[in-house]
């Protein structure tokens, strides 16, 4: 859709000052001008998609106010850059390319400043929905990729931790084998796991993703084989979920968290630095969108995992994103990171591997890839009035 708008632009420009007709400045005005009035109508065919990113349709004088401001800076980059071009051609078109640039990092900010308020507030609020469906109170889902050595304690911990909900509504630990040469599944199983196994080694993503979707729980839980974070913060997941949150999340970086572990100035800071990157695909504050402890009401897990496409460890910003998109509510809660040797994660492969997964949440957002049928009514369910 940008390229349709960009061409409309370009070839107005490079038409009307060809042969010196039109003064730069007024056809790049003019240009400028059908261009936006291009992407409004275009945006307009596929407000119902919810982007978060495009929602400024529903604000049209947000929209007017954007488009003048960006249009006036674009023209006075045009007319600084190719003041006088008698014959149009690559002139022109280098200014433009310019302004193209300049204009467009103008407009995306000042889209998001517009945006994030209205996300974030949305994301905050609470709707009273029926009870989601599911035949236990509570799943918790646990990838796992050659965990054989530990994952029986893992299990065995779970059950201990969360024995009060097994006895008040059902629980079940459900394991996610995700394509292990070794005996994770059969260590699970034995230990007392329900146990998924997946015939190749495909990432955690694609394993909380099977996982989430195979659950019986109201409440469906994921956390890590490592129980890095100890399985009795799986109740206060566990209880947000219940009083009304669709989502509720673990955040390292909450004031009440605690960090036993310490980690590494390389991994502290590649976390840091791959959650500032999330802006290019969040509108939320989101203080850690990483943290391997998150629960979700059953219905909402269907809606979200159903949808995910990313098998790695880029997967959890994949589902903030869907959040947003989706209109859900959402919140932080603290947690205890306590010390568990063995991870899986390579800072440095897997940390390129999933900035390059951000550039293809919003690719496929940008394409439509996320969008709801109109007849989906699950998801009409949770579609909230615009603004919100």
């Known amino acids: 859709m940008s390229g349709v708008v960009t061409a409309v632009d370009v070839s107005v420009l490079l038409g009307?000052?060809?042969g010196g007709r039109v003064p730069v400045a007024a056809a790049d005005g003019v240009a400028v001008g059908l261009a936006s009035v291009a992407s409004w109508l275009l945006h307009r065919q596929v407000a119902s998609t919810g982007d978060p990113f495009t929602r400024w349709v529903e604000r049209p004088a947000a929209f007017v106010l954007t488009a003048v401001l960006a249009g006036a800076l674009d023209v006075a980059v045009v007319t600084a850059a190719a003041p006088a071009a008698?014959?149009?051609?690559?002139r022109v078109l280098r200014a433009k390319g310019i302004a193209l640039l300049a204009a467009g990092g103008a407009r995306l900010l000042a889209y998001r400043a517009i945006l994030v308020r209205p996300t974030r507030r949305g994301l905050a609020l609470r709707t009273s929905r029926p009870d989601p469906p599911g035949d236990l109170r509570l799943t918790v889902v646990v990838p796992a990729y050659g965990e054989a050595t530990r994952i029986a304690g893992a299990v065995h911990r779970l059950g201990e931790a969360l024995a009060g909900v097994d006895a008040q509504g059902g629980l079940e630990v459900l394991v996610v084998d995700d394509g292990s040469s070794d005996a994770t599944a059969t260590e699970a199983r034995a230990a007392g796991a329900r146990?998924?196994?997946?015939?190749?080694n495909r990432g955690k993503g694609a394993a909380v993703r099977a996982g989430m979707l195979a659950a019986r729980g109201r409440t469906v839980a994921f956390v890590d084989a490592d129980l890095s974070y100890p399985p009795e913060q799986v109740l206060q997941l566990l209880a947000g979920v219940e009083s009304g949150w669709d989502v509720v999340v673990g955040s390292r970086r909450h004031?009440?968290?605690?960090?036993?572990?310490?980690p590494g100035l390389v991994r502290s800071l590649s976390g840091r630095l791959f959650n500032l990157l999330t802006a290019a695909v969040l509108l939320g504050h989101y203080r850690d969108t990483q943290c391997g402890c998150k629960a979700f009401r059953s219905d909402v897990a269907e809606l979200v995992f159903s949808r995910t496409r990313l098998d790695g460890f880029a997967f959890d910003v994949e589902v903030f994103h869907l959040v947003e998109r989706y209109r859900l509510s959402l919140t932080e809660v603290p947690v205890t990171l306590v010390a568990a040797p063995g991870s899986t994660v390579r800072v440095g492969i897997d940390a390129l591997k999933m900035v390059g997964d951000l550039f293809r949440v919003r690719r496929w957002s940008d394409r439509g890839a996320y969008d709801l049928p109109s007849s989906d009514q699950s998801a009409a369910d949770y579609r909230r009035p615009e603004g919100l």
């Open 195 to 200: 146990v998924l196994r997946l015939p190749a």
């Open 86 to 90: 008698p014959s149009g051609g690559r």
């Open 255 to 262: 004031a009440g968290s605690v960090d036993v572990a310490r």
């Open 16 to 18: 009307l000052t060809r």
